[in-house]
C-alpha cells in the first residue's frame, strides 16, 4: 500500500503564507511527477503546481510568483510554499504522486486532503 499524508493547512489572513507538506510511504520503488491541486467549494478540481522527478516544474497561471513547489526525494515529500494568499485561493489541497511500486508498472495516488482558508 502507498499513503500520502498531507500537513500545513489552516486558517490564514489574506497577504499571508503557508507552507503545505505531503510524505509519501509504503511499497515505493520510485516516484515520478508529485503535485499539488486544489478543488474550492462548487468547482472542479484544479492544478496547482507540479514538479517532476527531475526537477522540472509547472505552475498554474493564478499561483505564478506567489506558490512555490519543491521536493525532499530523500523523505518522499513534496512541498507547496504559498504567499501572498488571496481569499480565492481557499479550497481543499489535494497532493498526488505518480508513483512506481515496482519497475513496471506505475500509479497516481492522492491524498486525503487539507482545507485551507484565506480569511480575514
Known amino acids: 500500500q502507498v499513503q500520502l499524508v498531507e500537513s500545513g493547512g489552516g486558517l490564514v489572513q489574506p497577504g499571508g503564507s503557508l507552507r503545505l507538506s505531503c510524505a509519501a510511504s509504503g511499497i515505493i520503488f520510485s516516484i515520478n511527477t508529485m503535485g499539488w491541486y486544489r478543488q474550492a467549494p462548487g468547482k472542479e478540481r484544479e492544478l496547482v503546481a507540479t514538479i517532476t522527478s527531475g526537477g522540472r516544474i509547472n505552475y498554474a497561471d493564478s499561483v505564478k510568483g506567489r506558490f512555490t513547489i519543491s521536493r525532499d526525494n530523500a523523505k518522499n515529500t513534496v512541498y507547496l510554499q504559498m504567499n501572498s494568499l488571496k481569499p480565492e485561493d481557499t479550497a481543499v489541497y489535494y497532493c498526488?504522486?505518480?508513483?512506481?511500486?515496482?519497475?513496471?508498472?506505475?500509479?497516481?495516488?492522492w491524498g486525503q486532503g487539507t482545507l485551507v482558508t484565506v480569511s480575514s
Open positions: 498526488n504522486a505518480n508513483i512506481n511500486r515496482d519497475s513496471v508498472d506505475s500509479y497516481d495516488f
